[in-house]
């Protein structure tokens, strides 16, 4: 064959395969405090529609689609069944992305993982190990906005897409719900001194433009009825610097936003479990406003930041509170209220038990090897 036809040949091949070339980086995610409908992800090169063939099969069945010309593609499907496994396919074009699944919410034991200070790229086999039906994060899902995307650039998504990159079978089966730390607003570096520019983008710009999640997405809750418990996620992070250009965080004083959403949501919960996470030392943000926040604490289960490198567990009145870091083997900075303080890099399971009305909590080690284990029961909610 002519070297002129073989070539013609290959460049054919080439432009075809590009034509149906899958999409690799997909995520889930809750856009509302109602988990009965979960939302696709997906980022393409070129702008275009957005579909999502689902079910509880590999012939899917259900069909969702959105006709805007877009690059980072958000898709809603509902989830009707309980204990199934979902597959489904997400398509841009001629361009489609390989069969994947997820597990719907179950009916007798929920488990959920949470992570923090995922600033490197550990190994995370024990937790695919789990079988978890969410991931949450106690915040700094990333090392910074500015190694990527440049200085100053507050909706450069760079980080945020090569966190997906790095884990695309965890993303693409799991829920992920994602808190803020500061990390995740660093837009410019941090320095010795407070600069004379915002180092934070408070409002977390590149956060909410990558991720679809409830509420403001700076701060959310999700509600999981059938297992009768409250998820807050709040914006709290360097809390002492409030007020100078490092200020990395919406503001906690008593008239802000945050604290009278945050009281109005526990005033209102009846759920016999009620999780806060957040990226701050517990037992500062229990001690800020005249120790006001640790009363609205003292109404839930359990707090769980991602503040430092190391596991802890601290008891103040009834309600524990946890640390965890991925890279647990850092500086540490105990709790007054400690009782268990461990150098390791680690993250947290619960788990919930319908029938018995309970909950687990296992510090576990990136080995899958349990740290700490803890059994709490459902709260009697306020009259």
């Known amino acids: 064959m002519p070297v002129k036809k073989i070539s013609a040949l290959v460049l054919g091949l080439c432009i075809s395969n590009c034509c149906t070339a899958a999409i690799e980086k997909v995520w889930l995610t809750h856009k509302s405090s109602d988990p009965g409908r979960v939302v696709v992800s997906w980022q393409t090169a070129e702008p275009g529609d957005s579909t999502v063939r689902y079910g509880l099969t590999e012939q899917y069945g259900g069909t969702a689609h959105i006709d805007e010309n877009v690059t980072r593609h958000h898709v809603e499907i509902p989830l009707a069944s309980k204990d199934g496994t979902y597959h489904y396919s997400v398509a841009t074009g001629r361009d489609s992305s390989p069969d994947a699944a997820f597990k719907g919410y179950p009916s007798d034991k929920l488990r959920v993982a949470v992570v923090a200070n995922w600033q490197g790229k550990p190994r995370l086999d024990a937790i695919r190990k789990d079988g978890v039906h969410i991931l949450m994060t106690a915040g700094d899902n990333v090392e910074s906005i500015w190694r990527l995307g440049g200085a100053g650039i507050k909706d450069a998504t760079k980080a945020y897409s090569e966190l997906i990159d790095a884990y695309p079978d965890l993303f693409r089966s799991v829920i992920f719900m994602p808190v803020l730390g500061n990390h995740d607003k660093e837009i410019r570096p941090r320095g010795d001194k407070p600069p004379q520019e915002p180092v934070y983008d408070i409002n977390a710009t590149s956060f909410r433009k990558f991720f679809e999640l409830p509420d403001d997405e700076w701060k959310w809750h999700l509600d999981v009825p059938d297992f009768g418990v409250r998820f807050a996620a709040l914006d709290l992070n360097h809390t002492s610097d409030m007020g100078t250009t490092w200020q990395a965080c919406h503001s906690y004083r008593k008239d802000s936003e945050q604290y009278q959403w945050y009281k109005g949501l526990m005033a ?98 990136l080995d899958g090897s349990v740290l700490d284990s803890v059994r709490y029961a459902a709260r009697k909610p306020p009259p």
């Open 268 to 365: 209102e919960a009846r759920q016999g479990f009620i999780i806060t996470l957040y990226n701050e030392k517990n037992s500062s943000v229990r001690s800020v406003e005249d120790s006001s926040w640790r009363e609205m604490f003292s109404r839930g289960t359990l707090c769980i930041s991602g503040f430092g490198h190391f596991a802890e567990r601290a008891i103040d009145g009834p309600v524990a509170y946890y640390t965890t870091s991925l890279n647990g083997t850092g500086d540490k900075y105990p709790d007054p209220k400690s009782v268990l303080l461990v150098s390791r890099d680690n993250y947290i399971l619960m788990t919930f038990v319908k029938a018995s009305a309970e909950l687990t909590v296992d510090i576990k080690g």
